[in-house]
Structure formats: structure tokens, C-alpha cells
């Protein structure tokens, strides 16, 4: 806040205007001089702060001037004294007279030491004093303010506005004994920027502890900036003060803080040099990799040779060629470019870098001929040929390997180089240029390992060629010679299938046997294995022996092989007649393979055996299924079997279904009426009574004899049961009884259903002949 702004606040909000409170305790009718004129000046005073008109309201206030004046000569030391000074010095600043104001001012504030009239009179004269930069002055006067204030707003300000006195005045005693004072107000908002100055002053004083224990309380500030500068600081001084434990932490702090961003560069060099004065070569790196911060050429090039030489104690050796090539960059003159290019190209290669063959290139462009005889040109030859055959580029391959001179490199690398010519040949499909390859390979390494693939793929390329037998006798003669039980698995399955392609059947499956017998085979090669040997035993009609081979290819690769075995056991279980075993065999081509298509007359065979058996709820789902495909038509004993099934386990839709495929084959009126009936019921349990009726009608028009004939007459009542009317369904039980019955079961039955209908009506008529049926 400016010093005018807080003028104005004392003035208005602390100090009454003159005569504004009359003194209480004066005697009216008492002759009192003093007063009388002290009240004459407040009056005419008054009167001018009130007047609109500039011309009079000056005339009242030069009224009031002289009376304040007449009065302070007559009464100089009367209580109202100070006051009038003070309104005296005011009438004068509303005039002008600048001068007169501040020696009335001054003549109150040293006068009394107390009072609200010394405190606005100080401030008038210190807000006067620093604006016109007389510092030293506007400091006595702002710790007179400070001490005679009650306001501590006032208070807060006033001292520090004296500190800022004494910073004007370059006093480093005023300053220390101002901020120490801004400090000791409990509450001043002021207090965070005066120990931040007071820190500063201690540094700049070479006061290196106090200052340190100023900046480390300044570390915990939530202003960024202030704390940026803090926890710099503490590093600093606890650097000066030989701290270096302390200097560490306050240097890795300071890299922490964003608003540090200037002075980035030069912590994160000091702190890598104390790390690595002290040999800590992890710390080191871990500093360094911190960020790159600006730093002049000399400054960047130290940083990168510290790093690289800690890099280089931890033996990363990449990560020094990496930093070699960064200070080759940065000096030239520092090493030459032939190695720095060296460096830089096993480091890319190492690393897989994405432009390591066109750099390569270049450089062998630029030395090779210069270079010829230089085991560097023939590294990174050998490297370059080595990238090209991984990224499978053989006809580069080949070119630089034939450039190779192999005496200017390890000897470690000759049959890895011989190696890989022999296998770009191959992938070049060269045939002639591949065969040499091998042969040079193998007359030169003839214990090497590598020997046995070459073999391999020398077979390979035969076969390839149309010349089986040269490859078989290789495949084999590997075969035998081999303990590795991967490659013997490789040689199995190729024989394998150039024997099933030959369709030698006996040695093909001597191969799928060789393969059950190879320890730790995988489980999908175990069960490819097995569906083969089944499959030889059902070429030879040997169904018993293939089975338990196709079951466990089945049990081992379900996912592969469910969908071949399954319909082969459900077949072979069909045709031996075995109803558990089919089921069995159904039930695990369901679960292993879905999709998977069975033979409709079987599921038919089946659902209809079980349904036979009296087992409906077992054999009704296969039927269904079996059923369920048109092209499998079935016979109308199948489709009544079905349909009653369905009736027993209450599926009426599907009885329904079943009862009219019936009719539509069966040409029997009989048979139609039994169909009929078997509608009627699926109707009824669909509560379908209206089609119910009609069918057991059609049924009964088709002139049915015997035990059916009843039992359509009976069923009529049974509908109306289900219907819920016992009324009409008495005619029928009573007629079937009376008339129909023949047989002391069918006139037992009927009774039986005439007495709980006739109590199902319940009516007086009913109960009455229901006495006559109960005899």
C-alpha cells in the first residue's frame, strides 16, 4: 500500500475532526479563555472543510490557522496543545503552506510520545520524507508511527517501509536492526520478504552461518520463486561453510525446483564435480541424466567428460561412445574423425540404429581405399555384413563378405563368416553357390556343430530340387548320427512327410512312432502323432487298435482333432450297437468340437433306442437334433416316438411338431387317429382347447376300434377338465362309462373320473347323482 493510501486510513478511520467531541465535563456558565478560543479555531476550521466555495473556504481556514496559532501562544501548555499542533499543521497543508505544516507536524511527534495525534503527525512526515527520498528522516519518523500505532496493519507497514528506508540508505546496520524489528511483529505479512533480504544481507556480509540458517527456513516457503532462490542459497553457503554432505543435498534440491531454471546449468556442474571429486560415479550419471541445461561451450564440454568417465569406471561402454561422439562434436580438435566415426558406428551397431548401413557405407566410401589394410575398415565391414544378413538382406551380405579380409579380424569370427555365407547362398536359393558353401564349410569345420544344420539344409535344398533320395539318405544319416532330441524331431517330421508324400504307409508311421518315443515331446505333436497311427490302423481295417490312438489324439488337441476322430468313434460305437459308448462319444463331440457335423440317422438311431428304453428325458435331446435335419428324412414310427417323448416331458410345441409330421406320412387311418390323439393332447397342454377338441374329433371321425376309441371318447373330457368345465366334460366320462367301457379297467377308470367330476361341480343335482355312482 502506498504511504498516501495509509495516511488517508489513519486520518479518516482513526482521528475526529476538531470539536467533533465536545468536552462533557465543561461548566457551561464558567468563563474558560482557553477553551473558548481552542473551540473558535475548531469552529472556523470546520467551517472551512465544509465550504463549497474555494475563495471562502480558504479565507476560514487561514481564520482558523491564526487562532490555532493565537491560541498555542496563549496556552502553550493547555491539554488540547497537541491537538491543536496537529490541526494546525493540517490547516496549513490545505493552504499550501507546506513548511508550516511540517514544523507543526514535527513540533507534535517529538513533543508527546504517545497518542494518536503523534502517530498521524509522524506518518504525514514520513510519507512526506520518502517521497522525497530522505530516507533517514522518513525512517525516524516510521518507527514513531510503528510505536505509537494501534493499528497493526499500520504497524506492519511502517516497519518495513523503514527497512526499505535503510536498503536506500545502503546502512547494512539499519537494515539488520529493521528486519530483525519486521520479524519480531508477530503476524506481519511482510515477514517471509524481510528474512528473505536479511538472508541476503547475512550472505552479502559474509555472515555465511547465519545466512545459511535464514535460507534453509526460507526452503519450506510456498512462494516457487522465494523457495528457488532459498534452496540455491543453502547450497551455497553450506558449500562455503565446507559442508559437503549438506551442499550435496541442497544442489539435487535446487534441480527439483522449476522456478531454478537460471541457475540449472551451474548447479547440476558443481554438484556432478563434488560427486565426482569423491569418485561416486553412480551419483554422477544420475546428476547428469537429471536434464541438459544451458552452459557455456567450456562448461558443456566438462560436464560431458565427467559424465563419460564415470560411464566409463561403471564399464558402460556405449553410453561413453555415445558422450565420445557428443564432445568430438563439440571440440573437433579433441580426436580424430576417422575414430570418432569408428566409435560412433560399434555403438550404433550395438545398438541397432536404425541409420547404421548408410552410415557404414559412407564410411567405408570415405577410408576403404585410404584405410585398406586397417582392422577398423574391416570391423565395421564384417559388422556391416552381419546387418545385412540379420535384416535378411543377402545379396549385400555376400558383397561385403567377400571384401572381408579375415586376417584383420579376430579369428573367433571365421566360421561364424563362413557360416553365414553358406546360409545366404541358401536363402538366395543358389543352388550351385549354397552346395559349394557347405562343402567349404564342412571340410574346413568339420566338428562344428553348425555342420549338422548345414546338413540339414543342404538335404532340404536336394529335396527341393527333385533329388529325394540324396535328401533322405542326408535326413537319415542325420538321424542317426544326432543326440539333439529338437533336430531328431525336425528329421522325424520331415521324413515323415516325404514319406506320406511317397506314400510308403509302413515307414511313415515307423515315424510317428520314433516321434511318441522322443522325451518331452510338445502335446500337439504327441497328439498329431497319434490321429496318424489310427489313422494307418483304419487304413489297414483295423478299427479296434485305431481307437485308443484317435481317442488320445482327441483327448491331447482337442481343438484339432475333435472334429476328425469324433465322427469316427461315433460310427465305429453305431455299428457295435453300443448305446452307452455312442452316447458317451456324442456327449465329447459336443463339448470338444461343436461345430462339428453328426450324422443325423445316427442321433435318430440313438434318441429313438432310449426313448424305446423308457428313458425320455435321455434320449429325447439326440432325437430332436437327429430330427432337426431335413435332408435325414425319418420314418412315422420315429416322429410318434419323438412325439410322445415330447408329451412325457411336457414339450407340447415339440409334440405338436411331432404329431403333424406324423400325419403328413402316415397313410393309415389308424395310425392317423393315434396321430391325432397325440395332437389333441399337445394342443391341450398348449391350452390351445379349440384345436384340441377339433383334433380328438378328426380322431374319432376316422372311426378308430378298441382301446383308442375309448380313449379319445375319454380324452373329450379330459379337455374340458383343462378347460375348466367340469360341466360338459360329464357327458363324456358318464357316456364312455355307460356305453363305451367294455372292460372292468375302462369302467373303472371312467367311474372314477365320473365321481371327482361330478364333486367338482359340487351342485345339489350333481351330489345327488353322485350318490347313485357311489353305490
Known amino acids: 500500500m502506498k504511504i498516501r493510501a495509509l495516511l488517508t486510513i489513519l486520518i479518516g478511520l482513526s482521528l475526529p475532526s476538531p470539536g467533533q467531541e465536545p468536552d462533557q465535563d465543561k461548566d457551561p456558565l464558567r468563563v474558560d479563555p482557553a477553551r473558548d478560543l481552542y473551540d473558535l479555531a475548531t469552529l472556523n476550521y470546520n467551517d472551512a472543510r465544509n465550504e463549497k466555495d474555494p475563495g471562502k473556504r480558504e479565507r476560514d481556514y487561514r481564520i482558523a490557522a491564526k487562532k490555532f496559532d493565537q491560541f498555542l501562544r496563549t496556552f502553550p501548555r493547555d491539554e488540547k496543545a497537541i491537538e491543536a499542533w496537529y490541526f494546525l499543521g493540517m490547516t496549513y497543508r490545505q493552504i499550501g503552506e507546506d513548511e508550516a505544516s511540517r514544523t507543526c507536524f514535527k513540533t507534535a511527534a517529538s513533543t508527546w510520545k504517545t497518542g494518536k495525534f503523534v502517530e498521524a503527525s509522524a506518518l504525514f512526515l514520513a510519507s512526506d520524507d520518502y517521497k522525497d527520498g530522505k530516507w533517514r528522516d522518513a525512517a525516524k519518523w516510521f518507527q514513531i508511527v510503528a510505536d505509537t500505532t494501534k493499528n497493526e496493519e499500520i504497524k506492519h507497514q511502517s516497519l518495513y517501509r523503514r527497512f526499505l528506508c535503510f536498503h536506500k540508505l545502503e546502512d547494512k546496520g539499519g537494515m539488520l536492526l529493521s528486519l530483525k524489528a519486521v520479524l519480531a511483529n508477530e503476524g506481519s505479512p511482510y515477514a517471509e520478504k524481510a528474512r528473505l533480504a536479511l538472508a541476503r544481507l547475512y550472505r552479502d556480509s559474509k555472515s555465511t552461518r547465519q545466512a545459511h540458517e535464514q535460507f534453509v527456513i526460507l526452503s519450506k516457503s510456498r512462494d516457487a520463486r522465494i523457495r528457488a532462490e532459498a534452496v540455491f542459497q543453502a547450497a551455497v553457503t553450506a558449500q562455503a561453510l565446507g559442508d559437503k554432505s549438506l551442499t550435496k543435498t541442497w544442489f539435487r534440491k535446487t534441480l527439483s525446483e522449476a522456478q531454478a531454471k537460471d541457475v540449472k546449468g551451474k548447479t547440476q556442474l558443481a554438484l556432478m564435480n563434488l560427486h565426482y571429486k569423491d569418485k561416486q560415479w553412480q551419483d554422477v550419471i544420475e546428476v547428469f541424466r537429471i536434464g541438459n541445461f544451458e552452459l557455456d561451450k567450456n562448461a558443456e564440454l566438462q560436464r560431458l567428460i565427467m559424465a563419460a568417465k564415470s560411464y566409463d569406471a561403471l564399464d558402460q561402454k556405449n553410453e561413453v561412445t555415445k558422450l565420445y561422439q557428443q564432445i568430438a562434436k563439440l571440440s573437433p580438435g579433441s580426436a580424430s574423425s576417422f575414430d570418432a566415426a569408428y566409435n560412433v558406428l560399434v555403438r550404433d551397431h550395438e545398438k541397432d540404429a536404425r541409420g547404421f548401413a548408410q552410415s557404414a557405407e559412407a564410411f567405408l566410401t570415405s577410408y576403404a581405399t585410404e584405410k585398406a589394410k586397417d582392422p577398423k575398415i574391416h570391423s565395421i565391414r564384417l559388422l556391416l555384413a552381419e546387418h545385412y544378413y540379420s535384416a535378411k538382406s543377402y545379396e549385400k551380405a555376400i558383397s561385403h563378405y567377400r571384401l572381408l579380409d579375415l586376417s584383420l579380424v579376430d579369428a573367433s569370427n571365421t566360421l561364424g563368416v563362413r557360416y553365414h555365407v553358406a546360409k545366404s547362398q541358401l536363402a538366395l536359393k543358389n543352388e550351385k553357390g549354397a552346395l559349394a558353401a557347405i562343402a567349404a ?86 497328439a498329431s502323432a497319434n490321429f496318424w497311427l489310427g489313422w494307418n490302423e483304419l487304413r489297414l481295417k483295423n478299427s479296434a487298435k485305431a481307437e485308443p490312438y484317435l481317442r488320445k489324439a482327441r483327448t491331447l488337441d482337442p481343438k484339432t482333432f475333435a472334429s476328425k476322430v469324433s465322427p469316427i468313434l461315433i460310427k465305429n460305437a453305431f455299428k457295435a450297437g453300443n448305446l452307452d459308448l455312442l452316447e458317451k462319444e456324442i456327449n465329447l463331440a459336443r463339448k470338444d468340437s461343436p461345430k462339428t457335423e453328426l450324422s443325423s440317422s445316427i442321433l435318430q438311431w440313438l434318441g429313438a433306442t432310449l426313448i424305446k428304453k423308457g428313458e425320455d428325458q435321455r434320449g429325447w435331446p439326440f432325437l430332436d437334433e437327429g430330427l432337426a435335419d431335413k435332408t435325414t428324412p425319418a420314418k412315422p414310427l420315429v416322429w410318434k416316438l419323438y412325439t410322445q417323448a415330447s408329451l412325457n416331458l411336457d414339450k407340447h410345441a415339440d409334440a405338436l411338431r411331432g404329431a403333424g409330421n406324423i400325419l403328413n406320412l402316415e397313410e393309415n387311418a389308424y395310425r392317423k387317429a393315434e396321430a391325432l390323439y397325440l395332437k389333441s393332447q399337445a394342443h391341450t397342454g398348449l391350452k390351445q382347447f379349440d384345436e384340441a377338441r377339433q383334433a380328438a374329433s378328426d380322431a374319432l371321425d376316422l372311426r378308430p376300434a378298441g382301446d383308442l376309441d375309448i380313449r379319445l371318447r375319454m380324452f373329450a373330457g379330459d379337455i374340458d377338465i383343462a378347460a375348466g368345465k367340469p360341466d360338459a366334460a360329464i357327458r363324456h366320462y358318464i357316456v364312455v362309462e355307460s356305453t363305451y367301457a367294455k372292460t372292468a379297467a375302462d369302467k373303472k377308470e371312467a367311474l372314477a373320473k365320473v365321481i371327482s367330476t361330478l364333486k367338482a361341480i359340487g351342485t345339489p343335482k350333481a351330489l345327488e347323482l353322485l350318490k347313485d355312482y357311489q353305490k
Open 441 to 526: 564349410f564342412i571340410t574346413q569345420f568339420p566338428e562344428a556343430k553348425q555342420c549338422t544344420q548345414l546338413r540339414l539344409d543342404r538335404a532340404e535344398l536336394l529335396n527341393a530340387a527333385g533329388r529325394e533320395a540324396e535328401a533322405v539318405g542326408d535326413y537319415e544319416a542325420i538321424l542317426l548320427s544326432t543326440t539333439d532330441q529338437k533336430l531328431k524331431r525336425i528329421l522325424i517330421l520331415r521324413l515323415a512327410a516325404i514319406y506320406q508324400e511317397q506314400e510308403s504307409w509302413e515307414k511313415f508311421a515307423a515315424m510317428q512312432n520314433k516321434l511318441l518315443l522322443l522325451p518331452g515331446i510338445d502335446q500337439k505333436t504327441e
